[in-house]
């Protein structure tokens, strides 16, 4: 069964970081581009990031580029984001995924709390 | 910035046909923006349903289907049932980047 779970979120002050992880299973997790995916509380999706299979090639969103790191370790099938500089708007449920496959998946979310 | 544009609601009734569209401030919408479409309903995580525009996931109910009209990419549900009310979201690929429309709420009444 293709599973993803993510772990990391947390309530963090503005100007505070966090590491997101999402561990992947049931599938070849080093032959599929990877995605982070946010959701602020009753707001719509909003694409943050995507990495590529052997993580040569990564892309953000305008809105968190500079801030966010994405990465990943085929060896562990993990993939990472580094969000730095948090925001208040940055509050969301953090979703990995892969998009754009046959039998696409999405992790249940962690929950990223920005506020003082 | 790329603007993706959905229908913000649309109401069917059930056993009707509704057609969701899904816009690009680029131009027209082509199978090269490989649009994906993804439902998601109250408290629970998005699901895929379809993909690089008319590709179906192995669990995409068969009243499901994508496609190209007019420019756009559409998400067609024909026989509506009370159980599609939720919320439908497209993403287009741009320059290899994805990017998500606003979202149309469906309600099914």
């Known amino acids: 069964e293709v599973q993803l779970v993510e772990s990391g979120g947390g309530l963090v002050q503005p100007g505070g970081s966090l590491r997101l992880s999402c561990a992947a299973s049931g599938f070849t997790f080093s032959s599929f581009w990877m995605h982070w995916v946010r959701q602020a509380p009753g707001r719509g999706l909003v694409w943050v990031s995507h990495i590529n299979p052997d993580g040569t090639t990564t892309d953000y969103a305008d809105s968190v580029k500079g801030r966010f790191t994405v990465s990943r370790d085929n060896a562990k099938n993990t993939l990472f984001l580094q969000i730095n500089s948090l925001r208040v708007d940055d509050t969301a449920v953090y979703y990995c995924?892969?998009?754009?496959?046959?039998?696409?998946?999405w992790g249940q979310g962690t929950l990223v709390t920005v506020s003082s | 910035q790329t603007v993706v544009t959905q229908e913000p609601s649309l109401t069917v009734s059930p056993g009707g046909t509704v057609t969701l569209t899904c816009a690009s401030s680029?131009?027209?919408?082509?199978?090269?923006?490989?649009p994906n479409w993804f439902q998601q309903k109250p408290g629970q995580v998005p699901r895929a349903l379809i993909y690089?525009?008319?590709n179906k996931h192995s669990w995409t109910p068969a009243r499901f289907s994508g496609s190209l009209l007019g420019g756009k990419a559409a998400l067609t549900l024909s026989g509506v049932q009370p159980e599609d009310e939720g919320d439908y979201y497209c993403l287009l690929y741009h320059n290899g980047a994805p990017e998500f429309g606003g979202g149309t709420k469906l309600t099914v009444l």
């Open positions: 680029t131009g027209a919408v082509t199978s090269g923006h490989a």
């Open positions: 995924g892969r998009i754009n496959y046959p039998g696409d998946t």
């Open positions: 690089s525009t008319n």
